[in-house]
């Protein structure tokens, strides 16, 4: 584990984390890959900020409690015809750019798959990434998930899969 990643920790995301999420979504080395639209500030990104805080589980991967260096978010999954698949959450994830290289999303991703809905025994993470985000799909790989398809040439989806429950000492639960 890199230096770095040693005390992180994943916090639920609050409007008053507004200010340290800013330089995140507004750095088009972070945004531009994910696929997000980038936003350059001003009322259009804060309205972003608050759509998303409000309407979707959002964690934060904190170094320490005052810096906030990057996000998960994970929402009920669908299928083709908009149906809510159960059991299954998708999942996205946003790291400062000065982080990168760090491990330190990896570490979040792993402390994240150990600590959502522990008892769940049919768990299953999705994750759809363009083939040209080469640190998201390294993230992916190195945290146990499986390439499943290519819906396109645009998107890649990929799997984690949990057969058994999770018994996480000392780890807070969260659940979405």
Request: net charge positive; proline share 7%; glycine share 6%.
């Amino acid at each position: 584990m890199d230096k770095l990643s040693v005390n992180l920790k994943l916090t639920p995301l609050t409007m008053s984390d507004y200010l340290a999420l800013l330089p995140i979504l507004s750095d088009p080395r972070v945004v531009v890959p994910s696929g997000l639209r980038l936003l350059n500030g001003g009322p259009a990104l804060r309205w972003a900020i608050q759509t998303l805080l409000a309407n979707h589980p959002c964690f934060g991967i904190k170094l320490t409690p005052e810096n906030l260096v990057g996000m998960i978010v994970c929402d009920p999954a669908v299928d083709q015809s908009n149906q809510l698949c159960p059991h299954r959450f998708e999942l996205a994830y946003l790291l400062d750019f000065g982080c990168w290289g760090h491990h330190i999303m990896t570490n979040a991703v792993q402390i994240f798959e150990e600590v959502i809905n522990p008892t769940d025994t049919q768990l299953v993470l999705v994750a759809k990434v363009r083939p040209t985000n080469l640190a998201s799909l390294k993230v992916l790989a190195n945290t146990g998930f499986k390439r499943v398809s290519s819906t396109d040439s645009q998107i890649i989806e990929w799997h984690l899969r949990r057969n058994h429950p999770k018994t996480v000492a000392g780890q807070p639960t969260l659940r979405v």
